[in-house]
């Protein structure tokens, strides 16, 4: 759906001129909160968190707001019903947690100030916070997302050609994306086109390395290209009873999901056509002391990808580590859903306890350590059956990757009913929940 871009300019920078409307009908107290919570979901917030800090940081100013949420949008009405309202366009995301920790910082502080809160100068405090944000589209991002899918197909149990090729497929993935298909970036056009580019690029590897294991290099070379906010967005929402945005956020993601499947399917059968892939040799993993620079590969690369600064990656690292852990611990546990339904229970239930004593936002404290805690196995199965053309014989894999979804959700609504029932502070995003928003 279509966003308007000087809308979001409008409410993002304050020295820009609004609408001739909302200068007229809202003044800065009204339009602190509806910044604010542009600003979150800008950084990768859910709705669901945004709606908790503008309900939050309404109240602490005095200003009676009515949020009406959908994925696309949020309808804001000022005062009793029938009153003025604003249609606030939900802003395209790039996810950025240490963003998302400085905006945090930012909220809480004014919450929890004495006295009454300068609105327009807390609207240009607001502006500085979101001009310190880290510039997207940096060139050597692009070198940590092959970094990262090198680690990642390294871990999944691949040998140096497998890492190599995984990196490689990163690199494209990411560079097709983000600037050799402008046009169609953030479509999912431009991701289908990208996943058959990859594809390509990575079965042709075997040409010039020899046998590669596909599945094992192809798996983490689409990374990149996963919906990975969007699947985060939807277990957010459905945490947090927000049932209709998280529907569409599924069916966002499904769009997504399938569009990655039938660019697999079609750039192997391209290659296959071309008797490009050779018969693929089993992976010999990779020694210890390799695995070990795969895990430091996968730490600086998920750090720099999701935006982090130098003072946050300890606690991302920690998180994946724990994810890492959790995930080793579970996989004995008999079926895959089990294993990760415990597995982002105990990431979930230690970043609701631990958030609030770092301060920082316990789901962008849980994210890290929820990622390394998906079904590798799975997936990889899954993989192999589209490059070998057979996918109707993988239909119950697909479902049970579905399935994960709501495994994940299940596990942080569980893990945060636990934690707000105890006694002291309740974690959130760090702000509205609280503060009583729940």
């Known amino acids: 759906m279509a966003r308007s871009v000087p809308a979001q300019a409008a409410m993002i920078a304050p020295r820009q001129a609004p609408p001739a409307a909302a200068t007229s009908t809202m003044g800065p107290e009204a339009e602190l909160p509806i910044r604010l919570g542009v600003a979150l979901l800008q950084y990768g917030s859910s709705v669901a968190g945004a709606l908790e800090a503008m309900q939050a940081m309404a109240r602490r100013l005095g200003v009676p707001l009515t949020l009406l949420p959908g994925a696309a949008q949020i309808v804001v009405v000022l005062g009793a019903p029938g009153g003025h309202v604003r249609v606030v366009p939900v802003p395209p995301a790039r996810m950025s947690l240490a963003q998302l920790r400085r905006l945090h910082e930012y909220a809480e502080r004014l919450l929890q100030s004495a006295g009454t809160i300068d609105a327009q100068r807390a609207l240009d405090e607001l502006e500085t916070v979101c001009a310190t944000a880290p510039t997207p589209g940096r ?230 350590g929820i990622l390394a805690t998906l079904p590798v196995q799975t997936a990889l199965r899954i993989m192999l059956g589209m490059i070998s053309n057979n996918t109707l014989d993988e239909a119950p894999g697909l479902f049970e990757a579905l399935l994960v979804l709501g495994v994940v959700a299940a596990a942080v609504i569980t893990a945060e009913t636990v934690v707000r029932e105890q006694p002291g502070p309740r974690p959130a995003d760090g702000l509205g929940a609280a503060h009583g928003d729940r």
């Open 139 to 368: 060139p050597w991002s692009a070198l940590f997302a092959g970094l990262l899918c090198a680690a990642m197909a390294g871990i999944f149990g691949g040998g140096w050609p497998e890492v190599l090729a995984g990196g490689v497929g990163g690199l494209v993935a990411f560079l097709a994306m983000g600037a050799l298909l402008p046009a169609v970036r953030g479509s999912e056009t431009g991701r289908f086109l990208a996943t058959v580019l990859v594809v390509l690029v990575v079965g042709a590897l075997p040409l010039v390395m020899g046998p590669v294991d596909l599945s094992r290099a192809l798996l983490p070379a689409v990374f990149p290209l996963l919906p990975s906010l969007g699947i985060y967005q939807f277990t957010q929402e459905i945490a947090r009873s927000q049932y209709a945005v998280g529907s569409q956020r599924l069916v966002e993601v499904g769009t997504a999901l399938l569009a990655i499947v039938s660019g697999v399917v079609v750039g192997a059968s391209l290659i296959r056509l071309l008797s490009v892939i050779p018969v693929a040799a089993p992976a010999e993993p990779l020694p210890a002391w390799g695995l070990l620079a795969a895990v430091a590969g996968l730490l600086v690369g998920f750090w720099a990808l999701l935006g982090g600064t130098r003072q946050d990656f300890a606690w991302m690292a920690g998180s994946l580590l724990f994810g890492l852990l959790a995930h080793g611990v579970a996989g004995g546990l008999p079926g895959p859903l089990l294993g990760t339904f415990v597995a982002v229970l105990a990431v979930a239930l230690v970043s609701c306890l631990l958030a609030p004593r770092l301060g920082l936002p316990a789901r962008a404290l849980m994210l890290p």
